[in-house]
């Protein structure tokens, strides 16, 4: 790994964590989780930009396939892998533990690590972080609206569709196509292992997603129904 990637992971790692103290601090009254999603949101919202900004070609996204990482994409990728960095660490203060979270930045963490250290196949790992940055913001603002006292309203369903329509196109859409290229390519095998374990989490998260909305609507449907 470029020693340069390595310095910027470093600085961003504790820049991230700079962020949520400042967040902290200029809102008390939100609670631990709050404020980390808060950053989790901004990160969510730069990694988007910066990967969009390293595409080299918008009639392929995930092109050149299975070649040299560019320096904007080792940047963006380094970027990411801070913020998972200092959201695992933020994870094992929050009192909320949760295990399948930590599961996940650990197995992203390798990826990107991996990634970086092979120098190769940017063009993938970026696109794949597009895909699952792109419905952060919104499962995020559903967390937030609930925290606040809005759960069960018309402004949070509205919340969960829209995170749920995203996640669902992003996800099982751009996923497999792009897992696809991915394991089709010449790619280093520990790559491709990540691909292929990403669109199985993805397909999890999925089902359980479709099951949470089904269920709002039902309840939403049956609400209105007795008042009816």
């Known amino acids: 790994m470029e020693d340069y990637i390595v310095r910027l992971v470093v600085l961003g790692t504790f820049s ?3 962020l949520f103290i400042i967040v902290r601090k200029i809102c008390p009254n939100l609670s631990f989780s709050s404020c980390n999603r808060i950053v989790s949101t901004i990160h969510a919202a730069l990694a988007v930009t910066l990967a969009s900004l390293s595409v080299e070609d918008w009639n ?3 092109c050149p396939l ?3 990482s560019s320096p904007s994409q080792m940047r963006t990728l380094a970027v990411s892998l801070a913020y998972l960095i200092y959201d695992l660490i933020c994870c094992l203060f929050d009192s909320h533990f949760s295990v399948d979270n930590s599961v996940h930045h650990l197995v992203s963490i390798v990826g ?3 990634g970086l250290a092979y120098q190769w196949c940017g063009s993938e790992m970026v696109a794949a972080l597009w895909i699952t940055e792109i419905s952060s913001p919104f499962l995020h603002a559903r967390e937030l609206l609930k925290e606040h006292g809005y759960k069960d309203t018309d402004l949070n ?3 969960d569709i829209a995170f749920a329509v995203i996640f669902s196109l992003a996800r099982m859409v751009g996923g497999p196509y792009l897992a696809y290229v991915t394991l089709s390519a010449e790619n280093p ?3 491709k292992a990540m691909a292929l374990g990403l669109q199985l989490v993805s397909a999890f998260w999925f089902y359980k997603i479709a099951r949470m909305v089904r269920y709002k609507l039902f309840k939403r449907t049956t609400g209105t129904a007795k008042l009816a």
């Open 66 to 68: 299975a070649s040299r």
């Open 189 to 191: 095998l520990l790559i």
């Open 60 to 62: 392929c996204p995930a």
């Open 112 to 114: 990107i690590v991996a």
């Open 157 to 159: 369903l509205a919340a």
């Open 16 to 18: 991230w964590a700079a």
